[in-house]
């Protein structure tokens, strides 16, 4: 937070009851953190776990990550993540996808070169 410039005096904190999974704790107890950040406008809503104070930690980094995300935009760390998981799924070019086969035909030649000869 501090890398940030995010002062604790910027950050309204409201708890409400959670929905969801955790049974009767869940609907007992305000366990849920929403957290705004004054500057910015930046609402962030943390239910992930029963703990108040698990989800309290849990929603300042989430905020933390989406404000370094809205500075930094394209060169953020969560950006970068998302455009090489993107890459990674991408389609390949046609021409990639022949040079792969091509490449794939000279090695199965090569290996057939190095079987035993039939006696």
Sequence with gaps: MANLGILEEDL?????????RGGQHVNKTSTCVMLRHRPSELQV???MMRSQSENRYLARRILCERLEEKLLGEKS??????HKIR???RKRSR?????MLRDKKIQS??????MAPDS
């Design 12 to 20: 309204e904190e409201q708890f409400v009851r959670s929905s969801g």
């Design 45 to 47: 809503k943390c239910q």
């Design 77 to 82: 760390e969560r950006a970068q993540k998302r």
């Design 87 to 89: 890459a990674r799924k």
């Design 95 to 99: 021409r990639a996808k022949e040079k």
């Design 109 to 114: 030649k090569k290996k057939k070169l190095r």
